[in-house]
Nanobody
Framework: QVQLVESGGGLVQPGGSLRLSCAVF????????LGWFRQASGKEREGVSC????????YYTDSVKGRFTISRDTAKNEMYLQMNSLKPEDTAVYYC????????????????WGQGTQVTVSS
C-alpha cells in the first residue's frame, strides 16, 4: 500500500515560480519511480515529468523542458517539482504518482496517485 501527500500549489503570476512537494509513504518497490502529471480544465491528464531513483534518469515533456526541474530525496521519501517561468497554459491540477511499470520516459504511467493540487498562473 502506497500513500502520497502533496503540497505547494497556489496562485502565481506569469513568469513566476512555484515548488511542489510530494511525500510518499509505502514500500520501496512501488516507489522506485515517481512522476508528476497535470490536468487542465476540459483536457486529458498528461505526464509532465518523472524520475527514477535507481539511476537518476529524468524525463520532461516538451512543453516544460528548460523551465521545470524534478528531483527526489530518497532518504525523506519526497519528490519535488520546481516550476520556473510559469505560463498561463501551465494552469492545471497537478498530481504526483508512483509509476508502474517503473519506466521513466515518453508515455510513462501512474499507478498510485496523490489527491491533486491546483496551480493557477494568472495576472
Amino acid at each position: 500500500q502506497v500513500q502520497l501527500v502533496e503540497s505547494g500549489g497556489g496562485l502565481v503570476q506569469p513568469g513566476g515560480s512555484l515548488r511542489l512537494s510530494c511525500a510518499v509513504f509505502g514500500g520501496t518497490l512501488d516507489s522506485s519511480a515517481l512522476g508528476w502529471f497535470r490536468q487542465a480544465s476540459g483536457k486529458e491528464r498528461e505526464g509532465v515529468s518523472c524520475i527514477r531513483s535507481s539511476d537518476g534518469i529524468t524525463y520532461y515533456t516538451d512543453s516544460v523542458k528548460g523551465r521545470f526541474t524534478i528531483s527526489r530525496d530518497t532518504a525523506k521519501n519526497e519528490m519535488y517539482l520546481q516550476m520556473n517561468s510559469l505560463k498561463p497554459e501551465d494552469t492545471a491540477v497537478y498530481y504526483c504518482a508512483t509509476l508502474r511499470p517503473p519506466f521513466c520516459g515518453l508515455g510513462f504511467r501512474g499507478n498510485y496517485w496523490g489527491q491533486g493540487t491546483q496551480v493557477t498562473v494568472s495576472s
